[in-house]
Nanobody, 126 residues
Framework: VQLQASGGGSVQAGGSLRLSCTTA???????????MGWFRRAPGKDLEFVSA???????IYNAAVKGRFAISRDNAKNTAYLQMNSLKREDTAVYFC??????????????????WGQGTLVTVSS
C-alpha cells in the first residue's frame, strides 16, 4: 500500500487548504476498511496527532484543530481529505497521512498505523 499526500502550500493566516491522501495498491474495496489519520511535525517539534477517521466514518481531532479542520474520506476514490480552515501560524508543519490496515489500537496513536505517506508542507504566514 502506498500513500501520497498532497495539497500543501503557503497561505496567509485565516486562509484554507485541503490536503488529500490517495492510496494505491489496494484492491476489492479494501480502502473502505482502513482507518486513516493525519499527523504533523512542526519545525523542531515531535510528531503530533491531528485527526483520524475510522472505517465507519467516526472522526476524532486534536483539540488544537477541532472546529477548524475537518477530516473526510471518499472510499470510491481511495482518498482521505483534511480540510483546514482558519489556519494559524502554529499550524505550520509537514503533514503526514497514515493508514491503519488492521485494527490494533487507538487511531490517536502513531504506532497504530501501518503505512505512511511522504508528507506535504503547510506554511502559514501572518
Amino acid at each position: 500500500v502506498q500513500l501520497q499526500a498532497s495539497g500543501g502550500g503557503s497561505v496567509q493566516a485565516g486562509g484554507s487548504l485541503r490536503l488529500s491522501c490517495t492510496t494505491a495498491g489496494t484492491t476489492g474495496g479494501a480502502f473502505s476498511r482502513y482507518a486513516m489519520g493525519w499527523f504533523r511535525r512542526a519545525p523542531g517539534k515531535d510528531l503530533e496527532f491531528v485527526s483520524a477517521i475510522d472505517n465507519s466514518g467516526e472522526s476524532i481531532y486534536n483539540a488544537a484543530v477541532k472546529g477548524r479542520f475537518a477530516i473526510s474520506r471518499d472510499n470510491a476514490k481511495n482518498t482521505a481529505y483534511l480540510q483546514m480552515n482558519s489556519l494559524k501560524r502554529e499550524d505550520t508543519a509537514v503533514y503526514f497521512c497514515a493508514a491503519q490496515i488492521k485494527t490494533k489500537g487507538s487511531i490517536y496513536y502513531e504506532t497504530s498505523y501501518d503505512y505512511w505517506g511522504q508528507g506535504t508542507l503547510v506554511t502559514v504566514s501572518s
